[in-house]
């Protein structure tokens, strides 16, 4: 009976700290938003300016790498199918150059903890009408989204205040 309660103790302590991970987690996904959206506004026009953007680039790049050390993973959205378990779709568009239901663009950037969804990512999502042997036939896709592994390249385009004309979300 001891060894049983010592196994199930030693489960309960986990999960507990498996929880509180990713409660810290989430409580951080603002700042990861928050450092994009700078990287996004900077006008780098002399010397000094790109040396403070070094520091913020290595900044950064040190937080996004301890992040992913405790767990934290990109969902990634930008030509892939959409999923409503993932996606929060906050805009459709008419389109025949994508298959129906692929995430054309992702507006801000959802996060997984291991099994747990911290945030979904909000996407547009196209909309084809057309036949399905046609949208077999295209092969073109939009281009990957940034993720966690990208901290070199751009933030997530758009810039989070999507027009909310014609959009919905489907649930």
Known sequence: DFDNFRKRTASEKDSLSKNARGSTLEEL????DNF?????QLVLETEAEQ???????NLYKSLVETLKKLGLETIES??????????????????????DSTV????RRGFMF?????????????????APAAAAGSTSQAPEGS?????EGEAP??????EEEGSSSPE
């Open 51 to 57: 040396k403070v953007s070094d520091s913020y680039q």
């Open 114 to 130: 291991q099994d747990r969804l911290l945030r979904a990512a909000m996407v547009k999502v196209a909309i084809n009408n057309s």
């Open 157 to 162: 385009s758009g810039d989070g205040n999507a």
């Open 36 to 40: 994009e959206m700078a990287r996004t």
């Open 78 to 99: 930008v030509g892939t199918k959409f999923d409503p378990e993932l996606h929060d779709a906050i805009m459709q568009e008419e389109t025949t150059e994508h298959e």
């Open 147 to 151: 993720s966690l592994d990208e901290v």
């Open 104 to 107: 054309l663009e992702e507006y």
């Open 29 to 32: 996904l603002p700042v990861i």
